[in-house]
């Protein structure tokens, strides 16, 4: 433990590790000190002068080093003037005093001055209500200005930083809270402070503006009402919000966030999402969310939702009941034996995936995870274990991350190793092209595209990266999709799990194998013993598919041809898709949103979700409907408590084993504090009082004999001549379905652009931004191009989910 | 009880009927006649304008954070200079008063930071169903006198920015 510090404050003695400050030692005794600039997540900067207290330091002794004593006790010497209690740390003997005639009242001057320009906005101002300087003028504030009213500054008021975030430069009192924010947590540094005294303002550098996936939090983080959210601006005031805990489907870190809910004229008075905000966990996403969380969340309430059961006759899709329906996806199933195809997304809930599973196990079918990740199997394997925590490990712990753009593909896991670096941690980054994480990694490799599986082999070879591997006490591999389909994906997994087990870097906690899924849920599909098919397209042909929550006919040409040829469809979704048009009987599921459940997170940690909205329609939960279908079959499911079918799967499934939704519901006490009534930090993010959720256990955990199975792989394909290799890569904002509808987004997501070396442009003739027609595999379409000289030469990158149905590497005309 | 009782007792009953035809009329021939009401009356919501055309409800919310029934629902959406309700950023794009909950208070016209709902003299309110007694914006809002004072308004840049103006203590 750290070595602890006791003060007085106000009187009271407290003890509180070494180098804490003055103004979180007092939070920690439930002493108010106002505080605007100073956030425990950030460095102390000292710009807003709101913290003066009195400090009194005991004098020593300059030869002996001890404390000069009067009447028995230290003497203490008091500064002539006030200080700030944000950036002086404690120090033994520390005397502070934040009620005294002279602390009042140069807290009480701080906040004259700071209103001084501050505009009279607070009944349209989005912060008010929860907003700091509100609370804190109330609490400290003269009450009566002697300022003129006249002699307000008079600033723009609606500056857009970029499409997503407006600033009003008359509330800001420049904090500079968003800027650092900006600096260190977020490492993209694109906003910052323009001139400087009265004029000084906040401004953007970047094109387009304020280029950064977590914008959003400068708004949560925000003391005051400047920072603004182009999706949420004036869309309600926070006393009329209702709040319902969640966990973001987005991506595989699943950050635990908060619905706020509200009714709405536009939707006929029913209820709709007015914003999502981060919920504290500080085992996975802190206090932070990234902007495809805060944003990308309009699909659960698109107008394309399915809503009530329907079933094909004479050729068209026609209403049906929910008995029907089930009764004859049911006989197909049943009929179906070998044949039987469960498809199943990563976006659906646990309980969902083990009904599934079980289902298809019965009727002697297949279940099959729709993604384009191999290996995961072995993340169950020598995943991480419990006690992981990524926002404690530093020195002595290895992190390797190979094959992924964290920053595209999984924010807030990007973000938690860039800060596990500067705790000291070592970084090894293993990308054949640039990626956003190089600039924190203490070392970056480079290999070719199809040299996955030989840069593992490498990485315990006798220099300085193999030292850093072999010497580390933990090492935690994550493991991606760059550049790699469902095979080479698969074999990378099973290099990188062997070198894990080989040296010991398994069943302890710091310790394993991370993929970088796809989809929120894909980790608990793995768990439940799903697998990923490479040739889908020729799998699915003449099958009886059910497909739950996957859209294979919107995604690629081949697939949709596939399900023509198929037998019978089955489709259960939330919306519309291309594949719900092929349909043989379409069963309207609830949202996640609408309904509870758990997803088990790429770290392998469980955690819950509960409903925000009332159900839609006629759509039932997931697992229900899959629970009637196997009672049609004559086989009896969990189908009304999700709670219950939780239980089930607990006890079915090792790695679940004694978890339950009570356990799931559990929390500690976290610092920083937040989100409470008090709003001392500040800050929008919401307290979690509903649970932080559990870590799975893993094979090599419970000490069970870890077998890795060496996964042999046919080597890439190699272009010809006048092609170039055509590699998936991963995108945050693209063109998924469940993103797409999020109007604010359409900037970002934009056109699907292809990337190349410049010397392969120069020789197609194309320019940065130039649109091109790439064809491979049979399938063509349009793209931009973007010029990076650090893509290898004869390769070009083509995003997943932007149109250009590609799954793994494949030889690609350009034209 | 004597037998002149009962008598008395009618006497007096004819007497009131009678000196009753001699006295000043109390009751208001309603519809016909309309009572004016008191200056301090709080009767069904007026939603003001300024004198230019522009509502002076921001869409703040306070009126129904401050209804203690409950019955007030707004929703703001922001103002452009082409496309201008009031003054500021935000205007009140739904406003609504449910009448059958209101228990007329007048803390709503407290709250309002621009004394834009005010509280009439209109005490004329009956409906068939339960929706009629919602009031929405276009019920509440004062007629304009002319058509160019009609909302939104095209307005030039940079006049329209301070959603709160400033105001003197209230007198009445
Ligand atoms: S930032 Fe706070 S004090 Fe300033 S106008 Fe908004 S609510 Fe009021
Ligand atoms: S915009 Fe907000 S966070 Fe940024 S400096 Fe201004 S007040 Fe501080
Ligand atoms: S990092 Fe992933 S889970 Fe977290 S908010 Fe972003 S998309 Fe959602
Ligand atoms: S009537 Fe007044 S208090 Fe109510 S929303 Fe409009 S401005 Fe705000
Ligand atoms: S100076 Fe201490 S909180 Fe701002």
């Given amino acids: 433990m750290d070595k602890q510090v006791t003060l007085t404050i106000d009187g009271k003695l407290i003890s509180v590790p070494e180098g804490t400050f003055v103004a979180d030692a007092a939070r920690m005794a439930d002493i108010d000190i106002p505080v605007f600039c100073h956030h425990p997540k950030l460095e102390p900067v000292g710009m807003c002068r709101m913290c003066l207290v009195e400090i009194g330091r005991p004098i020593r002794d300059r030869a002996t080093g001890q404390f000069v004593l009067e009447n028995g006790q230290p003497k203490i010497q008091f500064l002539p003037k006030l200080e700030t209690a944000c950036t002086n740390r404690v120090e033994d003997g520390m005397v502070v005093h934040t009620q005294s005639e002279s602390a009042k009242a140069g807290q009480k001057s701080t906040i004259e001055f700071l209103l001084t320009s501050h505009p009279l906005d607070c009944p349209v101002c989005d912060k008010g209500g929860e907003c700091p300087l509100q609370n804190l003028t109330m609490a400290h504030g003269a009450g009566k200005s002697r300022f003129l009213y006249d002699e307000k500054l008079h600033l723009e008021k609606r500056k857009p930083l970029g499409e997503l975030i407006y600033l009003d430069q008359e509330r800001c009192i420049q904090c500079g809270r968003c800027v650092r924010f900006q600096d260190e947590i977020a490492g993209d540094p694109v906003i910052g402070f323009d001139e400087r005294g009265r004029s000084m303002q906040i401004m953007t550098s970047s094109e387009p503006g304020f280029d950064s996936v977590f914008s959003g939090n400068t708004t949560d983080i925000c003391p005051v009402g400047a920072l603004t959210t182009a999706d949420f601006r004036f869309g309600a005031r926070p006393w009329e919000l209702e709040e319902f805990p969640s966990i973001c489907s987005q991506c595989p870190v699943g950050c635990n966030i908060t619905i706020n809910t509200r009714r709405e004229a536009a939707a006929d008075g029913s209820m709709v999402i007015k914003r999502i905000m981060p919920r504290q966990n500080e085992t996975v996403n802190e206090i932070w969310i990234c902007d495809k969380g805060r944003f990308a969340y309009h699909y659960t309430e698109s107008k394309g939702r399915l809503t009530r059961p329907a079933i094909r006759k004479d050729g068209k899709l026609s209403r049906a009941s929910w008995d029907s329906a089930i009764k004859l996806a049911a006989e197909n199933f049943a009929e179906a034996g070998k044949n039987f195809v469960v498809l199943a997304s990563g976006r659906l809930a646990n309980e969902d995936l083990f009904n599934l599973k079980s289902l298809a196990d019965h009727l002697k079918g297949d279940a099959v995870l729709y993604s384009e990740i191999g290996g995961g199997e072995l993340t169950s394997a020598i995943g991480i274990s419990p006690d992981t925590n990524l926002g404690e490990v530093g020195p002595g712990t290895t992190l390797v991350v190979i094959a992924s753009d964290l920053y595209q593909e999984a924010p807030i896991w990007y973000l938690r190793l860039k800060q596990a670096v500067r705790r000291g941690a070592t970084l090894i980054v293993a990308n054949p092209r640039q990626t956003r994480l190089d600039d924190h990694a203490s070392y970056v490799i480079r290999y070719a595209y199809g040299d996955e599986v030989k840069t593992v082999h490498s990485l315990d070879k006798k220099n300085k990266i193999g030292e850093a591997f072999t010497r580390s006490e933990n090492v935690i591999i994550f493991y991606g999709s760059e550049g790699l389909g469902v095979e080479g994906s698969a074999a990378l997994a099973s290099a990188c799990a062997k070198l894990l087990n080989e040296y010991g870097f398994a069943g302890k906690p710091n310790n394993g194998l991370v993929g970088v899924w796809q989809r929120a849920n894909d980790q608990g599909a793995w768990e439940m013993g799903y697998r990923v098919e490479a040739d889908l397209p020729r799998f699915l042909r003449g099958k009886v598919v059910y497909l739950v929550g996957v859209d294979p006919a919107g995604d690629d040409p081949r697939l949709a041809k596939a399900l023509e040829n198929a037998k019978f469809l089955a489709v259960q979704d939330i919306l519309e898709s291309a594949t719900s048009e092929l349909a043989d009987v379409i069963l309207p599921a609830q949202a996640h949103t609408e309904r509870e459940g758990t997803f088990t997170s790429g770290e392998r940690r469980v955690q819950r979700y509960y409903p925000a909205l009332p159900v839609l329609g006629e759509t039932r939960p997931d697992f229900a409907i899959t629970a009637q279908i196997a009672r049609q079959a004559g086989f009896i499911q969990e189908g009304t408590s999700v709670s219950a079918a939780f239980d089930i799967l607990s006890e079915t499934i090792p790695s679940y084993a004694e978890l339950s939704y009570s356990k799931l519901a559990e929390v500690q006490p976290q610092w920083p504090v937040v989100g409470r009534g008090d709003l001392y930090y500040g800050g929008t993010t919401y307290e979690n009082k509903h649970g932080l959720g559990a870590h799975l256990t893993t094979t090599a955990s419970r000490g069970e004999n870890v077998h890795i199975l060496r996964v042999h792989r046919e080597s890439a394909p190699r272009p010809q001549e006048n092609e170039l290799l055509a590699v998936p890569v991963t995108r945050l904002y693209d063109r998924g379905t469940t993103v797409l509808p999020a109007k604010v987004l359409k900037n970002r997501i934009g056109k699907a652009t292809i990337s190349m070396h410049p010397d392969i442009a120069e020789r197609l003739n194309v320019k940065n931004g130039g649109l091109v027609k790439i064809s491979f595999d049979g399938h063509s379409g349009e793209a931009l191009v973007q010029i990076d000289k650090t893509i290898p030469a004869g390769v070009v990158t083509v995003p997943r989910s932007m149109g250009l149905a590609i799954h793994e590497p494949v030889p690609a005309k350009v034209k | ?172």
């Fill in chain 2, 1 to 172: 009880m004597s037998l002149v009782d009962p008598v008395i007792e009618l006497g007096r009953g004819l007497w009131r009927t009678l000196s009753s035809m001699f006295e000043r009329t109390v009751t208001y021939q309603y519809p016909e006649h309309k009572r004016t009401v008191r200056p301090r009356f709080r009767g069904r919501h007026v939603l003001k304008r300024y004198d230019n055309g522009l509502e002076k409800c921001i869409g703040c919310s306070l009126c129904a954070a401050a209804c203690p029934s409950d019955a007030i629902f707004v929703e703001a959406s922001e103002n452009t200079d082409e496309h201008r309700f009031s003054p500021g950023e935000r205007y009140a794009s739904t406003y609504e008063i449910n009448m059958l909950r209101c228990i007329f208070c007048g803390y709503c016209e407290d709250a309002c930071p621009t004394e834009a709902i005010v509280l009439g003299d209109n005490y004329e309110m009956s409906y068939y169903t339960r929706k009629d007694a919602i009031y929405t914006k276009d019920m509440l809002i004062e007629p304009v006198s002319s058509v160019n004072q009609t909302t939104p308004q095209k307005t030039p840049t940079g006049v329209f920015t301070r959603s709160v103006p400033e105001m003197k203590d209230a007198k009445d």
